[in-house]
């Protein structure tokens, strides 16, 4: 059964930080990986998505990697805001047997990020 | 943008009761998911489905049905609420099944 675990689970920085959040799995066999935020009280958006056949993604700010055969991705943050304070969470889809995915997603528990003045 | 609506934020129902939650996407997408939110338990799968009068149970279906008589619709139904169902829900639409989920803003349900 795959788990995902997100470390750290909170993470606290003064404004213009670069920082790194990190996610690992425990079964390779993934068919793409997802970065989620979640404000409070609100739903998910997604971030960024990352295919098993890539090592990374970039979207403005936000830079992505993975690396499958170690189970690992990170999420990079650079130029750290105050309205990036939020919860990322770490997704990934599974890998059946013919290469396809049944698109079923495992969530790690979260990164909460506050960015402070 | 995909539009993904759930028809309450908060719920207060009490324990025995039927419980109906819906979710409306407006994209034509085949794929349409329910989770629960818990603290220290993250988010998990409930029910899936991948096109009209399709279920797949997800990893807690228990307590829970589902049904999809459009596409656009997606109804999770409680049939007897328990307090352990309190929780936060949170439904989900995809265009392509293993491609980006976009979620609504989620039903914050208490169990009395």
């Known amino acids: 059964k795959q788990e995902v675990t997100q470390i750290p689970a909170a993470l606290s920085v003064p404004e213009g930080e670069n920082l790194v959040l990190n996610c690992s799995f425990t079964d390779s066999a993934i068919y793409n990986l997802q970065w989620f935020r979640q404000d409070p009280g609100k739903g998910l958006t997604s971030l960024l998505l990352i295919q098993s056949s890539q090592r990374e993604q970039t979207s403005g700010r936000l830079n992505a990697s993975l690396d499958k055969s170690s189970g690992r991705s990170t999420l990079y943050i650079a130029a750290s805001q105050p309205g990036d304070s939020a919860t990322y969470l770490c997704a990934v889809r599974g890998s059946n047997a013919g290469g396809t995915s049944y698109g079923k997603l495992t969530f790690g528990q979260g990164t909460i990020l506050t960015v402070h003045p | 943008d995909v539009k993904v609506t759930q028809s309450s934020r908060y719920l207060v129902k009490r324990t025995g009761e039927k419980v109906f939650l819906e979710c409306v996407q407006d994209m034509d997408h085949e794929n349409m998911f329910w989770y629960r939110q818990d603290p220290g338990l993250g988010l998990r799968l409930i029910y899936f489905?991948?096109?009209?009068?399709?279920?797949e149970k997800g990893d807690i279906p228990e307590g829970y049905s589902v049904s999809r008589e459009k596409k656009e619709r997606f109804s999770l139904i409680l049939e007897s609420a328990s307090t352990n169902q309190t929780s936060m829900y949170l439904c989900?639409?995809?265009?392509?099944?293993?491609?980006?989920?976009?979620f609504g803003d989620g039903t914050r349900l208490s169990i009395l």
């Open positions: 989900a639409s995809s265009l392509v099944r293993a491609e980006s989920q976009h």
């Open positions: 489905s991948y096109d009209v009068k399709m279920k």
